[in-house]
């Protein structure tokens, strides 16, 4: 069994339980983590809370210097990393190598790169007339974090945490912690001081409560379902702490009736696919036009069947197996619930992937006849279904894709730039994507309602984890 990283040292956890990690492909266990106790997360909460004080009191530069030489050993380590990732969350090797080690290293760098163009401004400080503004560490920070994204998800909170200042406790993910230990172990290497990042591995009614809990603990960033993020926010309450939450979704697509519609509904389906469904900004909800509305669906249709799931290992397979058994009984729920609600399955299904008797594999699915009141409407299903709904005019589409509880992530298609902007600009969400518009490093994400509050990436990922001062001259 692994150990806990705590205070510069791999740490034999107070508790003698472990955590067996499965490999979703084969189903086998692949390692074992500790399961921390709270007395792990007192003994890590404490080393971090020593280690603040000289830490945040570092140029920025010197903790620039200290990142910057972890990034070098990431990017040395970037295709074992890669491969241990499609072990560890059944992610296929490509899109390990692309997304669930290519992200992290990506943000890493850009975090990186922000503090070395805004750090004067933001640490030494800026002139306001006769005062000094400075951002300053918010103290000891504790990290909780989800198995869809594990590694990259690790990244957009502790290295703006400690390039800003703070000390971190982090717990990983139980299902998919390697990508931690990786960390963890580069984090070593480089050199970084004792007690400035420290890992406990364990459950989040354990850990992640007591981390919330500790009165020692000043922020706490959380990432994973609405339900778990209450609980975080109900339990750090107690003790005024700071909450960072980036939570669920259910994301629209609004495909406009001026729209390259083959392209549209293909880019669509693809993002649904997209690591097996497991992504919490995954436009599962596509608003077609009633007339263009059966050429979609036989669109959708025909793209979701190109994803035919399959051994993550091989450089060919696009859709691996989900994270857990769990998470396939609740994907295959979800698609037979579709059905009693009048949605029509049009392909795919939740009876077993033929020929992948062993692993958590799942069908692509493509749901039409979808209205926008039904569960499988309104609710996080993450695993790989879409459901299509049709709409009269524009007005009505805009109602309905702002018609949930989440606010994560959105999507607009149009033949005309400006109407596909305008309707952006009314959608009730934290970043959205127009005709296709690439992914930005160096911009805010974060939800609306009850897909949280705070933001990662970009500054605004960096400020998340500051305090700022105004100083009276």
């Known amino acids: 069994m692994r150990s806990l990283y705590i205070d510069g040292a791999w740490t034999d956890s107070a508790s003698d339980e472990g955590l067996e990690v499965l490999d979703p492909a084969t189903e086998q266990v692949i390692d074992t983590v500790p399961a921390g106790s709270a007395k792990d997360v007192d003994s890590a909460v404490e080393a971090a809370a020593a280690a603040f004080p000289a ?191 980036e939570l669920g979704g259910k994301s629209p697509n609004v495909i406009l009736p001026d729209a390259d519609l083959t392209q549209a509904v293909k880019r669509g389906v693809a993002d649904v696919m997209r690591n097996t469904g497991q992504s919490c900004n995954a436009l599962t909800r596509m608003f077609v036009h009633r007339d263009s509305y059966d050429e979609a669906v036989e669109l959708a249709a025909a793209s979701a069947e190109k994803y035919a799931p399959g051994d993550p290992t091989d450089g060919s397979t696009r859709m691996g197996p989900l994270v857990s058994a769990a998470q396939l009984e609740k994907v295959r729920s979800y698609i037979e619930l579709a059905g009693t609600e009048g949605a029509r399955v049009v392909t795919g299904g939740a009876e077993p992937v033929e020929g992948l008797d062993t692993g958590y594999y799942v069908k692509p699915t493509i749901l039409a006849d979808v209205r926008n009141d039904m569960r499988v409407a309104q609710e996080e299903i993450f695993g790989p279904v879409l459901a299509l709904i049709p709409y009269d005019d524009v007005e009505e589409a805009v109602g309905l ?50 897909s949280g509050n705070g933001r990662e990436w970009g500054l605004p990922g960096l400020e998340e984890f500051c305090e700022v001062k105004a100083v009276q001259m």
């Open 55 to 245: 830490w945040s009191r570092r140029p920025y530069g010197q903790r620039v210097t200290h990142l910057a030489k972890a990034l070098e050993l990431f990017d040395e380590r970037a295709e074992d990393i890669a491969a241990l990732l499609t072990r560890d969350m059944g992610a296929p090797a490509g899109f390990s190598r692309k997304v669930q080690a290519g992200l992290p290293q990506m943000m890493f760098k850009t975090y990186i790169d922000l503090v070395e163009e805004h750090g004067e401004r933001y640490f030494t400080g800026e002139r306001v007339e006769n005062s000094l503004v400075v951002h300053e560490a918010v103290g000891v920070v504790g990290a909780i974090t989800p198995w869809n994204y594990p590694l990259h998800q690790i990244v957009l909170k502790v290295v703006p945490a400690l390039l800003a200042g703070n000390t971190v406790v982090l717990k990983p993910t139980e299902i998919a912690p390697l990508g931690a230990y990786a960390l963890a172990e580069i984090f070593d290497e480089a050199g970084l001081p004792a007690g400035v990042f420290n890992l406990v591995s364990g459950t989040g009614p354990v850990v992640g409560e007591a981390i919330a809990a500790h009165p020692k603990v000043d922020m706490v960033s959380f990432t994973g379902s609405t339900r778990a993020g209450t609980r975080v926010s109900q339990v750090a309450a107690e003790t005024v702490k700071r909450v960072a939450l």
């Open 401 to 450: 894709a702002n018609d949930t509880v989440y606010g994560l992530s959105a999507a607009v298609w149009s033949g005309d730039p400006d109407e596909g902007l305008a309707v952006a600009r009314r959608l009730r969400a934290g970043q959205v994507e127009l005709n296709g518009g690439a992914m930005n490093p160096r911009v805010p994400f974060g939800g609306y309602k009850r």
